[in-house]
């Protein structure tokens, strides 16, 4: 009867904790925090200095909407090139995988481009109010946006390496959720800022 104990099979291991996700959720939620109150001291600004009667952009300032549009369109394509990423290593096609997230790199790069020609058009003084506030809210976007390229370059490596495949791709998801909060932060700048003046 002992024997037929020791027959078994060994129970099943234990689910991972899925440290990584969890971990880049929570970093995600406090950075998206992070600009929310950024845009909600920009937004109580301008609402003051309008109520008052005066202007809220110096004169000879502007902020065009065309880069910050074309910046607004291209982070939506890098969503959907991130998330094609993420389906192609869950089907372990390596070279789609590879190509979407040369893709999302790109159209980080290409948002980085978009809003310092942004910046250029604006022609406004960071000694200004409204200059500071601006700078502020999109200077910390444009770090997310930065810190987002690096976790995904660094999780194009680990896929190189092999790390992830169909079982496994915590990491680019993880990438992906980072990635994601990044676009909706840009949406809400977006609005904010550049729509709504």
Not at 171 to 175: C, E, K, N, R
């Given at each position: 009867m002992a024997d037929a104990a020791l027959a078994l099979p060994p129970a099943p291991q234990p689910a991972r904790p899925r440290v990584l996700l969890v971990g880049t959720a929570l970093v995600a939620a406090g950075a998206f925090m992070a600009i929310v109150g950024l845009v909600g001291v920009y937004i109580s600004a301008r609402t003051n200095a309008l109520a008052t009667g005066g202007t809220w952009l110096p004169a000879g300032s502007s902020i065009p909407l065309t880069p910050g549009n074309m910046a607004f369109a291209t982070m939506l394509l890098s969503g959907v090139s991130m998330w094609w990423a993420v389906d192609a290593?869950?089907?372990n096609d390596r070279q789609m995988a590879y190509l979407a997230l040369a893709l999302t790199i790109f159209f980080g790069?290409?948002?980085?481009?978009?809003?310092?020609?942004?910046?250029?058009?604006?022609d406004l003084a960071v000694s200004s109010t409204p200059g500071v506030l601006i700078f502020a809210v999109t200077g910390a976007h444009l770090a997310m946006i930065i810190l987002g390229l690096v976790y995904a370059a660094v999780m194009t490596f680990r896929t190189l390496g092999g790390e992830y495949h169909g079982r496994d791709r915590e990491?680019?998801?993880?990438?992906a959720l980072f990635w994601y909060v990044t676009i909706a932060a840009h949406a809400v700048i977006w609005l904010a800022i550049y729509v709504t003046k």
């Open positions: 290593v869950g089907k790069i290409a948002v980085i481009n978009a809003t310092s020609f942004l910046y250029s058009q604006m990491g680019l998801t993880a990438a």
